[in-house]
């Protein structure tokens, strides 16, 4: 079991930034794929980035594509999304995920079929 607590949300004025953290624990060393996903009110949960975790290798959703960025700290077994110009319809609950099997060598998860999920944070974007 890996358990998630994701971290870092809040309200923000559009055009501003945040970095959500997700700290990892338990069987940490079984993770290989971390994502981050979001789900506005009313609508589906859509992914947003994902990180291979040993590699290092991220992917994002078209909507955030050079305006957040995934990372991570081994570590600290913690991975990050920094958010940078944010827009109202970034306005969501984010959540952590953590997946142990390989997706794919070069390319993470991209789809729903993570293994363990945090409980979410709530990001506000004010217009």
């Known amino acids: 079991q890996v358990q998630l607590v994701e971290s870092g949300g809040g309200l923000v004025q559009t055009g501003g930034s945040l970095r959500l953290s997700c700290a990892a624990s338990?069987?940490?060393?079984?993770?290989?794929?971390m994502g981050w996903f979001r789900q506005a009110s009313g609508k589906e949960r859509e992914f947003v980035a994902a990180i291979i975790w040993r590699r290092g290798i991220t992917y994002y959703a078209d909507s955030v594509k050079g305006r957040f960025a995934i990372s991570r700290d081994i570590a600290k077994n913690t991975v990050y999304l920094q958010m940078n110009s944010l827009k109202p319809e970034d306005t969501a609950v984010y959540y952590c995920?953590?997946?142990?099997?390989?997706?794919?060598?070069?390319?993470?998860?991209?789809?729903?079929?993570?293994?363990?999920w945090g409980q979410g944070t709530q990001v506000t974007v004010s217009s």
């Open positions: 995920a953590a997946d142990s099997a390989m997706w794919g060598a070069t390319l993470p998860r991209p789809d729903y079929g993570y293994d363990y």
């Open positions: 338990g069987r940490t060393f079984s993770v290989h794929d």
